[in-house]
């Protein structure tokens, strides 16, 4: 039986800032047209991490039980250990996706935009078929359009939208610049995994550009957002603090644009994590002042 700090580990705290910097920048972004709502901002925080611990745990139970974590060089794996049972971690799963549905709920019923029911159940079906089911979009070089739009463009602009009643220029280049460093957090795990997902027959879109490809890849996303600060930062001088997110994104960068292989590749979800967590809550102060 699986330990608590094993369980907490399973639940990978390393891709939080996933779910955090979306709802901070999308917050800011409402706030910078009047339309903040506090408690509204909490529940969607609360979707976003219940979506985000929900599809970790989805993924530990699909990849485990295909046997693609039978020789993992990334983080612990609750299935693929043997630490814990599928169907529990299945279970842990689905319990978590039933909490970010009442949480969701809870913000349908503050803003009354019940027709988003459709893009709440969306965004659950897309947690649980990134790896589970006959055929998952993730073994098919979907899973980083997926992240785009999920933990970008609709976690962005939903949580601007359930607070302020609309979408505006700023929230889309926001939600742009939190997608493309979400989707560089999956490009760095996934050309970590290239080798062992080529022998597990796992085809991320990492395994169909190659090596080199995925490595151009990840510098093009790390640096968009910083494409987009310089665009706001014509009407907002207060976006281009966000430059500040470069930082964490030195060690990164020089690892894989060096060739870095393996566990080596690790710290750079954590340090692309961070860069993008300090980007978002930047990007959304500014747009709440400005």
């Known amino acids: 039986m699986a330990t608590v700090a094993q369980w907490i580990e399973g639940a990978r705290i390393r891709t939080f800032p996933n779910a955090i910097a979306p709802v901070l920048a999308g917050t800011g972004a409402a706030a910078g047209v009047d339309g903040f709502d506090p408690l509204t901002a909490v529940l969607a925080l609360l979707v976003s991490m219940f979506l985000i611990i929900g599809v970790n745990f989805a993924n530990d139970y699909s ?132 080798p062992s997902d080529r022998v597990t027959g796992k085809r991320t879109l990492a395994v169909l550009l190659g090596d080199r490809d995925t490595r151009t890849l990840y510098v093009a996303l790390a640096l968009v957002p910083f494409l987009i600060t310089v665009l706001i930062g014509l009407r907002n001088s207060w976006v281009l603090l966000g430059f500040a997110a470069l930082l964490p994104l030195v060690v990164p960068l020089r690892a894989v644009i060096s060739g870095a292989q393996g566990r080596a590749l690790i710290p750079a979800l954590r340090d692309t994590g961070l860069a993008m967590l300090i980007w978002a809550a930047v990007t959304g102060g500014a747009l709440a002042l400005g």
């Open 63 to 194: 990849d485990g039980i295909r046997g693609t974590d039978d020789d993992r060089v990334g983080p612990f794996r609750l299935v693929g250990s043997g630490a814990a049972r599928p169907a529990a971690v299945r279970t842990a799963a689905f319990t978590c996706f039933g909490l970010a549905a009442v949480a969701g709920l809870g913000v349908l019923f503050r803003s009354g935009q019940w027709w988003m029911l459709a893009i709440g159940a969306l965004c659950i079906a897309g947690a649980w078929f990134y790896t589970g089911g006959k055929r998952p979009y993730g073994y098919a070089g979907f899973g980083e359009l997926a992240v785009f739009v999920f933990f970008g463009l609709i976690a962005v602009l939903g949580t601007m939208y359930v607070q302020a009643g609309k979408i505006t220029g700023f929230g889309i280049g926001a939600a742009v610049g939190v997608g493309a460093l979400s989707c560089a957090v999956l490009v760095a795990n996934n050309l970590r995994d290239i």
